[in-house]
C-alpha cells in the first residue's frame, strides 16, 4: 500500500483537490483531503505537483538508430 499526500488531483468527480491525499495499492483506495493513512504505508510528498488518476505512461520508442531506420527483419 502507497500514499500521495500534498498533491494537486484531478478528480472527474470533484475537479481540482488541492492538497488531496490518494491511498492506493493496486488500484486507488480513497482520494480527499481527510483521507485516513494506515501506518507503514510508503509516503509519496507530491507538494507542487499535480496528479490525474487513470493516465498511463503510452509512448513509445520506434526503431531509429543511427540516423537509420531498420525495417530488415521487422
Do not use: R, Y
Not at 490525474?52 to 520506434?62: L, S
Request: proline share 4%.
Amino acid at each position: 500500500m502507497k500514499v500521495i499526500i500534498n498533491a494537486t488531483i484531478f478528480c472527474p468527480v470533484n475537479g481540482l483537490v488541492q492538497g488531496g491525499t490518494i491511498l492506493f495499492d493496486s488500484k486507488i483506495k480513497a482520494v480527499g483531503k481527510t483521507v485516513e493513512i494506515p501506518k507503514g504505508v510508503k509516503t509519496i510528498d507530491a507538494k507542487g505537483k499535480f496528479v490525474v488518476p487513470g493516465f498511463i505512461d503510452a509512448h513509445t520508442h520506434q526503431g531509429l538508430f543511427d540516423g537509420s531506420i531498420g525495417w530488415a527483419g521487422a
